[in-house]
């Protein structure tokens, strides 16, 4: 993450995900990449409240195979592009760490996906527009923590 003015940032996300199930022969290979700007206003000492504006590309492979004779093949691909906001609060360690609470995870979102199902020749399109109020997130509260490159 880098800041660009004195309460404005803007960063970069990459993801990976590989998962193998050996009972289904099942393989997910997933990755991506964001940029994310966001907005600081200060509520005292080191302490900050935040809102962070997300825009992603996710890319996901599933192969399924088995050979039992309820036999299942898949071999889907999908390609996700996604805005988010999220709201939180920080906290400075120090000028180059911060400590972070994501309050409402993607309290604000809309979605598009392209779905390529190869073994049955569907494809499928979603678009989507949301809000996450669901008071449960408080109870499972995301904590993270950030780097600064320049500040």
Known sequence: ??????NH????????GYIKNS???????SYGAGIFLRQYKSLGKNFYVFVQEALNFDYSKTLVKTDSSNFI???NKTYQVSFTVNPGLAYDLGKN???ELI???DLLSASYSHTDAKATG??????SIGSNLDLAQITSLNLGAKIFFSR
Do not use: R, T, W
């Open 1 to 6: 993450m880098k800041f660009y003015s004195i």
């Open 9 to 16: 940032a803007i960063g970069i996300k990459l993801n990976f």
């Open 23 to 29: 009972y289904f022969e099942q393989k997910v290979n």
């Open 73 to 75: 093949h898949v071999n």
């Open 97 to 99: 760490f911060q400590l």
């Open 103 to 105: 309050l409402f995870n």
């Open 122 to 127: 569907i494809k499928n399109d979603n678009f």
